[in-house]
Each structure stands twice: as C-alpha cells, then as structure tokens.
C-alpha cells in the first residue's frame, strides 16, 4: 500500500486551522461605543460645555445646539474637521443662524472620536460610531 503524503489527522488540522482563521476575519471586532461615549463626556465636560451647555442646548443666537442638531447629524467628515479645526461663518442649526467662532483643538483621533460618539449619541441624537481611522483620514495632510 502507498504510503499518503498526509494523514487523514493532518487533513483535519489544516482544515480546522484554515476554517478558524476564516471565521476570525469574517468576524469584524465591533466598535466599543459605550466606551468611547464614556470618555467622549469627560471632554465634553472639560472642552464644550461652557459654550454648549450641559444638556447641549447651545445659547441662543451665539452657540448652536448640539441636541437634536440638523446640522452635527448631517456631516461626520465636517463634523471631525469642525472639531480639530474650528468653525467660522453662517451656519444654520435647527432653522437658526449662527455665527459664532469655534476654536479648533489639538485632540489626538481617539479624542475626536470620542468627544463626536458622545454628542452624536446624546442629547437625542443617534448616529453610528465615528471611528479613530475616520478621524485620521479626515484630517488635513
């Protein structure tokens, strides 16, 4: 009898190894948006609301209202880029002009991150998680 190459123990753990390993690609790690959310109110708290209220109410006729906003929900990429580089101009939020600058900050793609899952996740907003890679490629080279 010719001896085979492989054994049949040998087949099987090749196929059980190339299986896993196709399992594992085919399921893509969720995003942690609880997480995220969590340390994105601790920047919120320390960076935004003095300008946007605790509820993100914003103020009238100055800072626009991060709850319930037209605005923040339409755009991630202007939302990122607002964030990292601030905003200047008209923009209407909700029906209402607003004009008021925004500065930009020095916050690292996770910060971003976080900060934007939190305030498009509250304040009766629901939107999906804003990755750190989102951040990155959003940024000005």
């Not at 010719?2 to 995003?31: D, R, Y």
């Not at 009238?60 to 880029?81: F, H, N, Q, T, V």
Request: hydrophobic residues 35%.
């Amino acid at each position: 009898m010719k001896k085979l190459p492989f054994t049949i123990s040998a087949i099987v753990f090749i196929v059980a190894t190339l299986g896993l390993a196709s399992f594992s690609f085919q399921q893509k790690e969720k995003f942690p948006l609880k997480e995220s959310m969590e340390r994105g109110k601790a920047i919120y708290t320390a960076k935004c609301i003095a300008c946007h209220m605790e509820a993100g109410e914003g103020t009238d006729g100055y800072y626009p209202p991060l709850a319930k906003s037209d605005y923040l929900m339409a755009d991630k990429k202007r939302s990122i880029e607002q964030v990292l580089y601030g905003a200047s101009g008209p923009m209407q939020v909700n029906g209402y002009d607003y004009e008021e600058k925004m500065p930009g900050f020095d916050f690292t793609d996770e910060q971003v991150s976080d900060v934007l899952n939190y305030v498009r996740n509250t304040f009766g907003n629901k939107g999906d998680a804003l990755t750190p890679e989102e951040v990155k490629n959003a940024r000005k080279k």
